[in-house]
């Protein structure tokens, strides 16, 4: 089993419309968790990171996160062609320095 | 603020040669990780570097190995290459500690 999970994808949804990408992990050590966003042929871009239990909003982006349940989320609302991309779920385990464990990656394709 | 800046960005070696890729951090950042990213396995944990030392190592063979300098650039050397080496070789910065991380553009290798 991997230690972060994605759904491939891909994901598609229409110009505007709210994208809602998904991510679980194993280890209840994991501590920090990172969303990147990645075009075709580029390097890994942060766009959010949280922390603690709960909501954290930044313009368009709501990541979530639930301790509990092991599960992560982030939410695009009005979501425009220039976010279809691959989205990267991380996850930081305590005492484990800067080592970032990598889901798969989600495609996400946004129809005009 | 320049970003991080990964050298060369392609590179196109034969097998059995070795390599070196180099990474410079943010300005006053003192953690470096390299990264393999490649689209069977996706983005895998090379190692960490913070203050000139390994912190953490991933899952690769002894031929991966890396180093940093005292002013935080890094490189990272590949010997004895192998096909299954082709991939894109990232390079993540941080603050220190248990911070974020930002990636370079990447150096793609090619393994013929």
């Known amino acids: 089993q991997k230690e972060v999970e994605q759904n491939s994808g891909p994901l598609s949804v229409p110009e505007g419309a709210i994208a809602s990408l998904n991510c679980t992990y194993s280890?209840?050590?994991?501590?920090?968790f990172f969303w990147y966003r990645q075009y075709s042929g580029k390097s890994p871009e942060l766009i959010m990171s949280i922390y603690s239990n709960g909501d954290k909003e930044d313009g368009r982006f709501t990541a979530q996160l639930n301790k509990a349940s092991q599960y992560v989320s982030l939410l695009i609302r009005d979501s425009q062609p220039s976010d279809s991309a691959t989205y990267l779920c991380?996850?930081?385990?305590?005492?484990?320095?800067?080592?970032?464990?990598f889901g798969g990656g989600t495609r996400l394709m946004v129809k005009p | 603020k320049a970003g991080v800046t990964q050298t060369p960005r392609y590179l196109i070696k034969t097998r059995g040669q070795q390599v070196t890729l180099s990474c410079s951090p943010i300005s006053g950042h003192r953690s470096v990780s390299w990264y393999q990213q490649t689209p069977g396995q996706g983005l895998q944990f090379l190692f960490e570097y913070f203050s000139e030392t390994q912190r953490n190592k991933g899952n690769f063979p002894g031929r991966f190995s890396g180093r940093q300098f005292s002013n935080s650039r890094s490189e990272m050397n590949v010997s004895t290459l192998e096909l299954g080496d082709s991939a894109l070789y990232l390079c993540?910065?941080?603050?220190?500690?248990?911070?974020?991380?930002?990636f370079g553009q990447g150096t793609r290798l090619t393994v013929v």
């Open positions: 280890d209840r050590g994991s501590q920090s």
């Open positions: 991380a996850v930081k385990i305590l005492n484990a320095g800067n080592m970032l464990t």
């Open positions: 993540a910065s941080s603050l220190w500690g248990d911070t974020e991380a930002f």
